[in-house]
């Protein structure tokens, strides 16, 4: 019975030792129920006090909280904006591109598009800008033309008849009666009286300009033969008749254009007849010069070879008489063959063979088709 007694109170001492046993797993102590008062929770409330442990726990793992998620990880994030179309923090691969597919994400070089084109000049308006078109095309401000390399810019004028369209009577280029339309004069000066200009006491004669001038149908061009010396000031090139008309209509007056120097080889309207020597009335034995009509340039130089003597002759431009080359005394009262080569600005050279003698015979017209050295 003693024996018996003495089991009973072990085991009830066992199993107040276990009642009353480390509590801390079986509920919350002070300080975790003044915890839960802080975070908003009335102390005890277990359940909330366990989801509000968990928030973001809780909302990584349910898909179904993407909107909470975007949120929280825009907060947490740098304070720089995200690119447009930039996928969402923790969004799967499957979703950014199901988004991208849907269109609500707008990549950023298809935004940007419309403002790229805009600002990049079109060739249509470069096209515009370059293209000849004027107003009062016919009242162009006098001015000094520019010299370029080969030409120039400046006043395009005319001196014939728009009308008529007479031919060339030869100017101050010396031809006389000439059956070319297609003429022009060019000018002497740069700045009123620098004789800068090109023609230079007639060393442009004979070549052929082509020229550009805007007008209310846009550039218009033209080829002529310079046959003449402009007569004012502001002149750059002054048109004879039938070019005049091809660029400026009936609508007469100073336009603004640009020349270039050409070859007159196989150009329409500015040959008269073909080419030739022709020597000055009032030549003699003791005095003569000639010039070359209807050449295929202007011309350069003119050169007199002695055939069987070999004597050689460089011709000089007149001074004072323009476009003509005086030829040596000593050649003219020859009958000894001479080579008569012509250097032009562009091309190559013609070259005639004659005897000292024809050159000395006034007026006398020397076709190259006759006189050409073989």
């Known amino acids: 019975m003693k024996s018996l007694c003495k089991w009973l109170l072990a085991a009830a001492v066992a199993a107040l030792f276990f009642a009353c046993g480390d509590d801390s797993s079986n509920g919350p102590d002070e300080s975790s129920v003044s915890s839960s008062s802080e975070v908003g929770f009335e102390s005890g409330d277990t359940l909330k006090s366990s989801e509000a442990q968990t928030p973001k726990s809780s909302a990584a793992a349910m898909p179904e909280s993407s909107e909470g998620v975007l949120a929280s990880s825009s907060a947490e994030s740098s304070t720089e904006p995200p690119e447009s179309g930039a996928s969402t923090a923790g969004a799967s691969s499957e979703s950014a591109s199901s988004a991208s597919l849907e269109g609500d994400a707008v990549p950023e070089s298809?935004?940007?598009a419309p403002q790229s084109e805009s600002s990049t000049p079109s060739s249509d308006s470069t096209q515009k800008a370059d293209d000849g078109?004027?107003?009062d095309c016919d009242s162009f401000t006098a001015a000094d033309p520019t010299l370029t390399e080969n030409g120039g810019y400046g006043s395009v004028t005319t001196y014939g008849s728009v009308t008529e369209k007479e031919t060339s009577l030869g100017g101050a280029c010396n031809y006389g009666q000439t059956n070319?339309?297609?003429y022009a004069a060019i000018h002497v000066n740069v700045s009123p009286g620098d004789n800068l200009g090109p023609w230079q006491g007639g060393s442009a004669c004979g070549g052929c300009v082509h020229v550009k001038a805007r007008?209310?149908?846009g550039w218009?061009?033209?080829?002529?033969?310079?046959t003449d010396r402009c007569p004012d000031a502001n002149c750059g090139v002054d048109l004879g008749g039938a070019p005049?008309?091809?660029?400026?209509?009936d609508r007469v007056g100073r336009y603004s254009g640009e020349w270039e120097f050409v070859s007159c080889e196989g150009v329409e309207g500015v040959w008269g007849d073909s080419t030739s020597i022709w020597v000055k009335e009032g030549a003699s034995k003791f005095w003569s010069i000639v010039q070359v009509r209807n050449p295929k340039d202007a011309v350069k130089s003119m050169t007199l070879k002695g055939v069987q003597s070999n004597d050689m002759h460089v011709l000089e431009m007149v001074v004072g008489t323009e476009n003509f080359w005086t030829v040596p005394p000593e050649v003219l009262g020859s009958d000894n063959e001479y080579t008569m080569t012509v250097q032009y600005r562009s091309g190559e050279p013609d070259t005639w063979l004659l005897k000292g003698s024809d050159l000395a015979v006034e007026e006398a017209n020397l076709y190259l088709y006759e006189h050409r050295a073989d």
């Not at 218009?220 to 310079?226: A, D, G, L, S």
């Not at 005049?244 to 209509?249: E, L």
Request: hydrophobic share 40%; with cysteine; aromatic share 4%.
């Open 220 to 226: 218009k061009e033209v080829t002529v033969r310079i």
């Open 110 to 112: 298809s935004a940007m």
């Open 133 to 135: 078109v004027c107003s």
């Open 215 to 217: 007008t209310p149908d």
């Open 180 to 182: 070319i339309q297609y």
């Open 244 to 249: 005049a008309s091809d660029i400026m209509g």
